[in-house]
């Protein structure tokens, strides 16, 4: 069945890049997606990836995609205390209506 | 404001005494979902709904009823509360299923 890994936790200083990590099973996925949960508030999408893609690039949102090793990554440029948030890999399957989300990685950004 | 809502935002409740969670979108999605949260699982699906009138299972359907009546609304009715229903839930709206999905702001349950 499909499973979707992360890791739970990640401290960065402000200034510096944070990358989060994501690893899935299901070799048929074809989006992949990052969703940013703040403290009390539901999930916002912030970026997403088509299976087909390697890269995409949002101005300081940079997602890599490795297919191969089913390994999806966030990178945050000139991480700020406002991204401080827990952060949701999710894949989904071409028409299937469900998303699997993995498991959260709490961002921690120190000043 | 184009948006999803929950109510209530929080519940506490003792067990076996039936609830409701609503939940609403002004957008004229089709596709409707709930899923609750918990620490070190992620989301995870409880049932969805395609359109009115029609309702599927997601992954932990088990102890939870929802109904479709109108496009708008999709509540989360827990017939018999257990404690290992206390969860944070989230409900979630898309044009379709499989567009972008606009998720509500939270319900915190606590089943006593």
């Known amino acids: 069945g499909e499973d979707v890994e992360q890791s739970l936790f990640l401290s960065v200083r402000e200034g510096d890049s944070s990358v989060i990590n994501c690893t899935y099973t299901?070799?048929?996925?074809?989006?992949l997606y990052w969703y940013k949960q703040e403290p009390g508030a539901g999930l916002q999408l912030l970026t997403y990836?088509?299976?087909?893609?390697d890269m995409k690039q949002d101005q300081r949102l940079t997602v890599l995609l490795n297919k191969k090793d089913k390994h999806l990554s966030l990178r945050i440029a000139d991480t700020q205390t406002g991204d401080s948030a827990i952060y949701f890999c999710a894949e989904r399957n071409t028409g299937f209506q469900k998303l699997v989300f993995g498991t959260g990685t709490r961002l921690l950004v120190s000043p | 404001e184009a948006q999803v809502t929950q109510n209530p935002r929080y519940l506490i409740t003792v067990t076996g005494k039936k609830l409701t969670v609503t939940c609403s979108q002004n957008?004229?999605?089709?596709?409707m979902s709930w899923y609750r949260q918990d620490p070190g699982l992620g989301l995870r699906q409880i049932y969805y709904?395609?359109?009115?009138?029609?309702?599927d299972k997601g992954d932990v359907p088990e102890g939870y009823k929802v109904s479709r009546k109108e496009k708008r609304n999709f509540p989360l009715i827990l017939e018999s509360p257990s404690p290992n229903q206390t969860s944070l839930y989230f409900c979630?709206?898309?044009?379709?299923?499989?567009?972008?999905?606009?998720f509500g702001p939270g319900t915190r349950l606590t089943v006593l």
């Open positions: 299901d070799s048929s996925s074809t989006y």
């Open positions: 957008m004229n999605h089709e596709y």
């Open positions: 990836i088509f299976s087909n893609m």
């Open positions: 709904s395609m359109n009115v009138e029609v309702t």
């Open positions: 979630a709206s898309s044009l379709t299923g499989t567009n972008e999905q606009f």
